[in-house]
C-alpha cells in the first residue's frame, strides 16, 4: 500500500479545517449622523433637498458624502438650495436635465455635476424633480434612491394621521397647506425615527411598475388575520383590471410613497402610487436616499 508522504504509517488522514469568516461590517453597521439603521440599511432621516456645490469646495462635498453635513456647512460652503416644494425656484442648471443625464461641471474631480441631496432638518424638502434626477442626486452623494421595501420598513410607525406638533393638524397635513420643514414635527416620526414618511411630499422610491389608469382605497380591502389594514391609505398602481386595453398599460410609473401634505385621504405607511412616468416633475413630489 502506498504511503502519503509526510504521513505516519500506511493510513494517511487528511483533515481540512474551514474558518467562516463574516463579511466586512456584517452585523455592525454603522449610520452617519444623516441616516438611521433599519435593519440593513442606513435611511435617511429626513426628505432631501438637493443643493448646488462647488466641486472645488471638496471639503464640503465630503462632508455631504458621509452625511455629516449641517446647515450650517452649506451656508457657509457657497451652497444654494435648489427647487425647494411648491416654489421649485431657482430650478435645477443645465447640466443636470429631467432625463438624469448629467454632464460634470468643467475641471471637476472625480467628475460631479455639482447638485448633491442631503437629508438636514430645518429646510423645505426639494421638489420638481424627476426619478432620474433623485436617482442621480443620491448617487453622486453617495447614496441610492430608497427601494420600496427599504421605504417600508423605515416608515413602520408612523402616525397616521397622528397629531403634529402644533396641535391642530395632523401628521399627514399642514395647518399652512404647503409642506413643512424637514424634521420640524417631532411627533411624527416613524418608530424607527424617520421624519414625515406619511404627507408631506410624495416621494420617489426607486422601484417602477406599469403606470397607473386608477385608484382605490386598498388598505380597507386586504387584511391582516381578518382585520383591514389600518388608514384610508390609496393604491394607485398599474391597471383597473378592466379586461378591455387601456392607453397607458403599456407605459412605465415610477413608485411614489407616502402622500401629500394636500390629499390626507391618499397619505399613509401603506399609500402607493404609480401615477407619474419617470420625467414628471412636480411641486408636490420629492425623495429620499439610503445606503
Known amino acids: 500500500m502506498n504511503r502519503i508522504p509526510g504521513t505516519v504509517g500506511q493510513i494517511g488522514l487528511l483533515v481540512l479545517s474551514i474558518t ?10 454603522r449610520c452617519p449622523p ?28 465630503r462632508r455631504v458624502q458621509s452625511g455629516r453635513a449641517t446647515l450650517a456647512d452649506l ?34 474631480s472625480p467628475p460631479s455635476p455639482g447638485v448633491y441631496a442631503v437629508s438636514i432638518p430645518g429646510v423645505p424638502p426639494s421638489a420638481c424633480i424627476t426619478w432620474f434626477q433623485a436617482q442621480q442626486a443620491c448617487a453622486v452623494s453617495g447614496k441610492h434612491l430608497v427601494r ?6 423605515a416608515a413602520a410607525g408612523t402616525p397616521d394621521p397622528g397629531v403634529a406638533d402644533d396641535g391642530t393638524t395632523t401628521c399627514a397635513t399642514s395647518s399652512t397647506m404647503n409642506p413643512v420643514n424637514t424634521g420640524s414635527r417631532s411627533s ?25 389608469n386608477n385608484c382605490a382605497d386598498w388598505t380597507t380591502h386586504a387584511t391582516v388575520v381578518g382585520v ?51 420625467p414628471t416633475a412636480r411641486g408636490f413630489v420629492g425623495f429620499r436616499c439610503a445606503r
Open 34 to 61: 444623516d441616516s438611521v439603521k433599519v435593519g440593513d440599511a442606513c435611511i435617511d432621516l429626513y426628505e432631501e433637498s438637493v443643493w448646488q456645490i462647488p466641486p472645488s469646495n471638496t471639503t464640503l462635498v
Open 148 to 153: 420600496n421595501e427599504e421605504w417600508q420598513r
Open 228 to 278: 383591514p389594514l389600518a388608514g384610508n391609505d390609496r393604491s394607485c398602481f398599474a391597471g383597473d383590471g378592466s379586461p378591455t386595453p387601456n392607453s397607458f398599460g403599456n407605459l412605465p410609473g415610477a413608485l411614489l410613497r407616502g402622500g401629500t401634505f394636500f390629499d390626507r385621504a391618499a397619505a399613509g405607511v401603506f399609500a402607493v402610487r404609480s401615477v407619474f412616468d419617470p
Open 75 to 108: 451656508a457657509t460652503g457657497g451652497a444654494t438650495q435648489l427647487s425647494p416644494a411648491t416654489t421649485c425656484t431657482p430650478g435645477f442648471p443645465a447640466n443636470f436635465p429631467k432625463d438624469g443625464n448629467w454632464t460634470p461641471v468643467p475641471a471637476s
Open 20 to 29: 467562516w469568516v463574516a463579511p466586512a461590517g456584517a452585523g455592525t453597521l
Open 188 to 212: 411624527c416620526k416613524s418608530s424607527w425615527g424617520t421624519f414625515d414618511m406619511v404627507g408631506n411630499v410624495d416621494e420617489w422610491v426607486a422601484d417602477w411598475s406599469d403606470l397607473a
